[in-house]
């Protein structure tokens, strides 16, 4: 999980720094330029996004008790939507073209799309929200389950603190895409598509992509993150449970002894 993580925050950086050269005015590129970064950004994407669901994966299989058949459930949905994403960016790679404008003195990436491929790209992120809502359902599914249970026999403590940690980062962080999907699902507004090359619409797509950055670079993260920060937190209570211990057993051995004498 750890080379999952580095992955991902460093992978974050190197796709904010592309989008700042598509983005910014006052870089030149070339046509070929700015088809290459579009092109590595967007498959940048189709990396990074298995590697989130992985760790949604990890987190449903503890959750469920390293449950055999959920693990095969969503390893299945795991192929079919990567292999998905991987078919709709070869057909994006093939039917996009770039082209570097110049308006008013100012250098802009353009990016042309044949036929009807905004549509189809689009399919990406209604099926990686189909595949939030139903990690979510499931996570959240099995978190009252355990919580009813823990209930009903007076246990809980450290289980029910870890089953909250992990429903609150993963409700925060499903809350986040949500929002990230309603703006590329905007993309498909006539407004956009029929007159894409307004001032107006370049702000809207850099807040998309800030957006971007910090859903999946930033909170993607914070998935594991939250999780051993929750372990840090147990072992440094534990710790200090057994220094109070160690520290009350030697004052009675020293009082005892000194009754003795």
């Known amino acids: 999980m750890t080379a999952m993580y ?63 058949k959920m693990l095969i459930f969503l390893v299945v949905i795991f192929l079919a939507h990567t292999i998905l994403d991987v078919v709709i960016s070869i057909m994006t790679t093939k039917y996009t073209s770039g082209e570097e404008l110049i308006l008013s003195g100012n250098y802009i990436c353009a990016t042309a799309y044949a036929g009807n491929i905004i549509p189809i790209s689009s399919i990406t992120w209604i099926s990686a929200t189909v595949w939030e809502v139903l990690v979510l359902f499931l996570a959240v599914w099995i978190s ?41 699902l905007m993309v498909l507004s006539p407004a956009i598509t029929v007159n894409p090359d307004t001032l107006g619409l370049d702000f809207y797509y850099g807040i998309l992509q800030v957006m971007m950055v910090v859903q999946m670079f930033v909170l993607g993260p914070r998935l594991i993150l939250g999780v051993r920060e929750f372990t840090a937190k147990l072992v440094t209570d534990s710790d200090a449970a057994t220094a109070m211990t160690s520290i009350a057993f030697q004052e009675r051995v020293h009082i005892s002894t000194g009754n003795g004498v």
């Open 144 to 184: 009252v389950k355990h919580f009813r249970e823990l209930r009903q026999h007076s246990t809980g403590g450290v289980i029910e603190d870890c089953f909250t940690v992990l429903l609150k980062s993963h409700v925060f962080y499903f809350v986040s895409f949500v929002v990230v999907s309603c703006f590329n």
């Open 6 to 68: 580095l992955s991902v925050r460093y992978l974050g950086i190197i796709f904010a720094f592309l989008n700042i050269l598509i983005n910014v005015p006052t870089i030149v590129l070339t046509d070929a330029g700015c088809w290459i970064l579009y092109i590595t950004a967007n498959w940048m994407y189709v990396v990074v996004s298995p590697m989130l669901r992985i760790i949604m994966i990890v987190r449903l299989y503890a959750m469920y008790q390293r449950s055999r």
